[in-house]
């Protein structure tokens, strides 16, 4: 197992050698509830997403802004525990090859004991993790378990990070980095700083690593523009916005957000 | 060893665990304090404002009648009598000094009890810097007078309703903003808690309190063998205790909010009915569920209404060093009614749980010498006080 390639990592070479750049949505496991969002991950599959980032539900989502935060809320009524998510990543491993990266925060992790959860990440198939709380300063406690278990730590950079920041963050970065378009929380944004582009080139001036962006990504418009300098988009809060306002018609928010899912895609192509 | 360590922690506790985007600032924070903390001009400045605009040394006031009751001698540290009404004063004045010196323009702040957003508005007023304090709608019913006070001093008190509507949920809400706002934005934590180097900056500005009184036995020729203070996020128990754990034979005891009791899981008693995890940017004992969720505390003490505890105190929890208790709300009503009557002093609920813990180890304090820290006065609290009193049927 050990040897085997990272997905992420051999998805991120091929898409290198053919110019292009990945659509990786974003929602959290249980949101409205844990059929409906099995749903909506099949949905996206089928309807461009290149990874999927699934995360779980904690219930003080400090980095998160109104939108994830009421997700989780919707998730977190759902009693959805660390069981649920690896039974939800094992069935979608029985439909699909997608890479799958896991994101939260640090508490549930350590809750579940660090190295069990690495264990049991291994074997329903998660091949990325992303915790949002833990910087490289306390990275390790995570490091030790999982990078035995193949799967990449990703970190994120932030417009606040300078160069000592890039350097360290690259240096302990697996998969790809997350840059983080905002100085802010998640959420969509009508328009991104200007800065992103020429940050997204200081990165990979100082190590050649795909840079995937996210926080703040809402329309096929700004997709267009970001896959001329990133390997990856990431959307979260405006996916996950069908949600919240069609809260009481799940054929709708499965067919809103393919319909979503599709134009991104296109406009990555 | 000095705890923190060069990482921040304290032996397995404490930490940085917070978004990419704020490093810079912990960073930046973190060397910045390094180099002025030692700096005589600094340490000059922060000590000419504790004692001529916050009114320090506060007294050690020897509590004859309570004394007497308990047959032991007991001495109240005043941190009543401190401007603002409570211990507060001393970590935000050493905080706003920080944040002029570094140029910030604005400051955020979460609070409770209303006691540190009462503080942080103050020296906002004083150094003429942009002031919001973030606080739950819980606490904003219950701590209506604070609100007012802040807002007379100029400060935007912005309500947050999220989770709990606690100090937690305030917390999170200044996280959001300063992850925002944070190439101009200094955030003022409240106790001795949060990220690195946060506990150690609030611990080293409240260390005022153990020093005052270590020089205040000194003059009386006393030493104490028992140490007592309430835990909220521990920022007031640890500027009493600090001074203090190099003398092996003084006694600690850190007094946490028991609420309906700890059986109820109504309480919010972090060390003791909880376990270790991480919130807020470190990793120390607290209240959550099997799967690592963040359960909702519970006290009649608004500042004590928190899920967690400052890194030091797990630490020392762990290492029995000090010795970390309870109180019922019931108790600490009994002693804010029992300090009113034995001493003419309205203790904050929040201090009423140390003095509530002199009945719970009364047979151990005979003959002994003990410290009581008063970190603060019960004005803010006559509403709740009476709401208890009526609801409970008890006597005034
Ligand atoms: C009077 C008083 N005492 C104690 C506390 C608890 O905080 P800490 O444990 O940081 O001293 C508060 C918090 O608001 C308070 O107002």
């Known amino acids: 197992m050990a040897n085997n390639i990272n997905k992420i990592d051999e998805l991120f070479a091929n898409y290198k050698k053919a110019g292009k750049t990945a659509f990786i949505p974003f929602i959290s496991i249980g949101d409205p509830d844990i059929e409906t969002s099995f749903d909506i991950a099949k949905a996206l599959i089928s309807n461009g997403a290149d990874m999927i980032e699934l995360g779980y539900p904690f219930s003080d989502p400090m980095a998160d802004g109104k939108v994830i935060q009421k997700s989780y809320e919707r998730a977190l009524k759902n009693r959805v525990t660390m069981a649920d998510a690896f039974n939800f990543v094992a069935r979608l491993r029985e439909i699909s090859e997608i890479p799958v990266i896991f994101f939260t925060y640090y508490n549930p992790i350590f809750a579940y004991r660090t190295s069990e959860f690495a264990d049991s990440a291994s074997a329903a198939g998660i091949d990325g993790v992303l915790v949002v709380d833990l910087p490289p300063e306390e990275s390790f406690e995570l490091k030790q378990f999982i990078d035995k278990k193949n799967i990449d730590q990703i970190f994120l950079l932030a417009p606040t990070s300078d160069v000592s920041r890039i350097k360290l963050i690259t240096s302990y970065a697996k998969g790809f980095v997350y840059y983080v378009s905002v100085t802010g929380v998640t959420g969509a944004r009508r328009s991104l700083p200007a800065e992103m582009r020429s940050k997204v080139e200081e990165i990979k001036n100082i190590k050649d690593i795909p840079v995937g962006i996210g926080f703040g990504i809402s329309s096929p418009e700004q997709a267009e523009e970001i896959k001329n300098y990133a390997d990856a988009i990431i959307i979260g809060s405006k996916i996950i916005q069908f949600i919240e306002n069609n809260l009481n018609d799940k054929k709708n928010i499965i067919k809103s957000i393919s319909e979503f899912s599709c134009g991104i895609k296109s406009s990555l192509m | ?28 924070l973190e060397e910045f304090y390094k180099k002025i903390k030692n700096n005589k001009e600094f340490k000059d400045e922060l000590r000419s404002y504790l004692k001529n605009y916050a009114g320090r040394p506060t007294p050690l006031y020897y509590a004859s009648r309570l004394s007497k009751l308990y047959s032991s001698n007991i001495y109240l540290k005043r941190e009543d009598l401190n401007h603002t009404g409570s211990h507060k004063l001393n970590n935000t004045l050493g905080q706003a000094l920080l944040a002029v010196k570094m140029g910030k323009k604005r400051i955020i702040a979460e609070t409770g009890a209303g006691q540190h ?25 219950r701590q209506k007078q604070n609100v007012l006070r802040m807002e007379v001093l100029g400060a935007k008190v912005t309500p947050v309703s999220a989770g709990s509507s606690t100090l937690k949920d305030a917390m999170n809400e200044a996280i959001r903003d300063w992850i925002t706002n944070v190439r101009t934005t200094y955030y003022m934590i409240g106790t001795a808690a949060g990220m690195h180097p946060y506990p150690e900056i609030v611990r080293d500005f409240q260390s005022v309190i153990g020093k005052e009184v270590l020089k205040e036995l000194k003059q009386i020729d006393k030493f104490p063998d028992i140490l007592i203070a309430c835990i909220g996020g521990g920022s007031n128990a640890i500027g ?10 003084v006694k600690m005891y850190g007094v946490e909010a028991g609420g309906f009791g700890l059986g109820t899981g109504k ?15 470190n990793k120390t004992y607290l209240l959550q569920d099997e799967d690592g969720r963040i359960k909702e505390a519970h006290s009649i003490a608004a500042g004590l209404d928190y899920p967690g505890v400052g890194p030091e105190h797990s630490f020392y929890a762990d290492k029995k060093r000090i010795i970390y208790d309870t109180i019922t709300d019931k108790e600490a009503i009994e002693a804010f009614k029992l300090l009113c009557r034995l001493e003419g002093i309205i203790p904050a609920i929040e201090s009423s749980h140390a003095v509530a813990y002199l009945d719970k180890i009364k047979n151990e304090i005979k003959g002994k010498t003990v410290i009581v820290n008063l970190s603060g006065r019960g004005d803010k ?7 208890y009193i009526s609801e409970n049927k008890i006597t005034k």
């Open chain 2, 267 to 281: 309480h919010a008693a972090s060390i003791s009915g909880g376990k270790p995890g991480v919130l807020h940017g």
């Open chain 2, 1 to 28: 060893m000095k705890y923190p360590d060069s990482r921040g922690h304290f032996g397995e506790y404490g930490g940085r665990y917070i978004s990419e985007t704020l490093m810079p600032a912990i960073l930046e």
């Open chain 2, 117 to 141: 957003g009462v503080a942080t508005a103050t020296v906002c007023a004083l150094f003429d810097i942009e002031c919001e304090v973030f606080m739950g709608i819980k606490d904003i019913e």
């Open chain 2, 240 to 249: 009493l205790f600090h001074p203090f754990l190099k003398y092996k034979e």
């Open chain 2, 381 to 387: 609290d006559m509403e709740t006080i009476a709401g």
